[in-house]
């Protein structure tokens, strides 16, 4: 259990285009999901935190207009990278915190998805 | 501020040669700190979580050991299999709820 895909796995795009990655929890609910960016031998940078039904929380010197999430269900999330340029090429991964259900609560684990690998040209 | 440093940055061994990876971390207080694999161009694959100083965890041939100020994680006879980034994160109380401080990560190859 615990698996998470994201679709695509690869996008080339044109500069000034916009490009939306989505991100499953294919076997839990998740009302939580959170967006990584990993540049080449670098480790995980955490961009932003997605709530089911509420606004994301964006990390300090992340651009909120630029990369919208849209947290739709609880097992769908959204980056959508508006107006792409080369800077923005990058690794980026989402994971997910897995829900306890009536219990309430959710894991302290992340389960993270495959990853998708963005060039911008 | 909060931090994870993870040494060393790679480890080249042969198959059978156990040794560690660390993980050194500096947190206002420690909730959880989390071990995952990474593969070449793939997602972390999640491996253990450690809460308290003392605690042990064992999967086939690793085990993850904490203290207060750092994470052990003990590879016991390695097989190329093994061959991935290592990465460490923390989850400090307070703050934004469940967020994860990850270090660099350790490339580990085991060479038949």
């Known amino acids: 259990g615990a698996v998470v895909s994201q679709h695509p796995s690869r996008v080339i795009c044109k500069s000034g285009t916009s490009v939306k990655i989505e991100c499953r929890s294919l076997d839990f609910q998740a009302t939580t999901m959170f967006w990584y960016r990993q540049f080449p031998k670098q480790s995980l940078m955490l961009m932003a935190t997605?709530?089911?039904?509420?606004?994301?929380?964006?990390e300090q010197g992340v651009e909120k207009d630029k990369f919208l999430i849209n947290h739709a269900s609880l097992t769908l999330s959204t980056l959508t990278v508006t107006s792409a340029h080369p800077e923005d090429s990058s690794f980026y991964i989402c994971?997910?915190?897995?829900?306890?259900?009536?219990?309430?609560?959710?894991?302290?684990?992340?389960?993270f998805g495959p990853g998708t690998r963005l060039t911008v040209t | 501020e909060d931090q994870v440093t993870q040494s060393p940055e790679a480890l080249r061994l042969q198959e059978g040669e156990s040794s560690s990876l660390n993980c050194s971390y500096t947190?206002?207080?420690?909730?959880?700190l989390f071990w995952y694999r990474q593969d070449p161009g793939k997602g972390p694959e999640f491996l253990f979580t450690l809460y308290s100083a003392g605690e042990e965890k064992e999967k086939e041939r690793l085990k993850a050991t904490l203290t207060k100020k750092e994470s052990f994680l003990h590879i016991t006879a390695p097989k190329p299999e093994d061959s991935a980034t290592y990465l460490c994160?923390?989850?400090?109380?307070?703050?934004?709820?469940?967020?994860?401080?990850f270090g660099t990560g350790t490339l580990l190859a085991v060479q038949p």
């Open positions: 947190v206002s207080g420690l909730r959880g």
């Open positions: 997605s709530n089911e039904g509420s606004k994301a929380t964006y």
């Open positions: 994160a923390v989850q400090a109380y307070g703050g934004a709820t469940n967020k994860l401080i």
């Open positions: 994971s997910a915190r897995r829900d306890l259900g009536l219990a309430g609560g959710f894991t302290d684990e992340q389960y």
